[in-house]
Structure formats: C-alpha cells, structure tokens
C-alpha cells in the first residue's frame, strides 16, 4: 500500500526543476526604421549650418550641429554628404535626386529647483521623511529641421525636436549637453530619413 506515495513523491521530485521559475531575460533586437522618403529616391544629402535662435558664447551649437548629423548620416548613407554654410547654396543650382537639411538650433540653459528625496534627516523619530530642494542645471535644444528638395525647394519633411536634460553640475558645459541632446534628435531623425534600424530592448518571459 505504500507504493502509490513512493510514486507520487517521485513525481514531484521530478517535476519540481520544471516548475521552478526562472528569471526574465532583456535582450536587445534592431528594429527596422520607416523612411519618410522612398528608398533609393536621392543621391546626396546636403546638411547646411543650422541658425542659432539663441546664439552661446564660446560654442557654435548650429555649426556643430551640421557636423555632428553629416558625419552620422555618412555612417548610414551609400551616398554623397555634403556641407554648406547656408540652404540657399544647395538651392540653387536646381539639382536633382538631392535632399537638403536646414533649419534652426536653439539652446538655453538655466538653475531650478527641485525636490530631492535623498539624505534629508527625519523631522522626529516617528514621522516620515521630510522633503529638501536641490539645485540643478537644466538644459534645453530646440531643433526646429526641414528637408527641402534641392530642385524645387519643396519642403519635404519637417520636425519640431524639443530635448531636456538635468544635471547635478550647476557649472556643465554646452559641450556636454549638446552631446547627449543631440544624439536623441539623431535617433529620430536618421530612421526616419534613411530607414536606419533602431537599437530597441525588449523583455523574453521565460516559464
């Protein structure tokens, strides 16, 4: 009579690895982008400088910003990338199959306030944390970009890109803000002009 439990017992034994939860993996997959423009419909990109809204001492963010998106869309594009100071270079030799990137940058930088729930000491031994301010560098790009048609003129696409980061540093740089904030107007901009994968995460449930 004692057979039957020595066998439901083995089973469980033997069941209990398959049943035993494991942890979820992340895994990173390229996605790919959607173009705006019909593949294989131009030959050249012509970035020209960007006009400066809010111009920074000591920093051409516009100019900087042309050289930043020439040498991304060089990575990506088959084709020829070219630089010009201003968009009306590029318009005005009516070429064909040529896009034009042109537009304005605007960056800001200023202190505000906000809360900081960390190392602040207790008001009394049985009340709940108490609320500081911290004082943190805020920084803002505006960019506001058109693709033209260097044949026409038409403008082809047009984005707002609004970008913000905060920093402990009361004293960052526009170097190193520039640097992040641009590389996100570069992640929208570049599947969309062309058709470049994107670098997506995604969680696989393991059972």
Not at 15 to 39: E, K, N
Not at 93 to 120: C, F, P, Q, W, Y
């Amino acid at each position: 009579m004692k057979a039957p439990a020595v066998v439901i017992l083995a089973f469980a034994i033997g069941a209990g690895p398959a049943c035993r939860s494991t942890a979820d993996q992340v895994i990173r997959i390229d996605l790919p982008g959607v173009s705006a423009f019909v593949a294989g419909s131009f030959d050249e990109v012509v970035v020209t400088d960007f006009r400066e809204d809010l111009p920074l001492p000591d920093f051409r963010a516009g100019r900087e910003l042309r050289e930043y998106l020439a040498a991304e869309i060089e990575r990506a594009f088959r084709g020829t990338v070219t630089r010009l100071d201003a968009p009306e270079e590029a318009l005005s030799g009516g070429r064909e199959r040529v896009l034009v990137l042109a537009g304005s940058i605007r960056m800001a930088t200023a202190v505000r306030k906000a809360l900081d729930m960390k190392n602040v000491p207790l008001d009394g031994p049985f009340k709940p944390p108490g609320r500081g301010l911290v004082e943190l560098c805020h920084w803002t790009m505006t960019v506001d970009l058109s693709v033209l048609s260097a044949a026409d003129g038409a403008t082809l696409y047009h984005r707002r890109f609004e970008e913000e980061r905060d920093y402990i540093d009361l004293e960052k740089p526009a170097e190193f803000a520039f640097s992040e904030l641009s590389a996100r107007v570069r992640g929208r901009l570049l599947p969309v002009l062309l058709g470049s994968s994107t670098l997506e995460t995604r969680t696989l449930l393991v059972r």
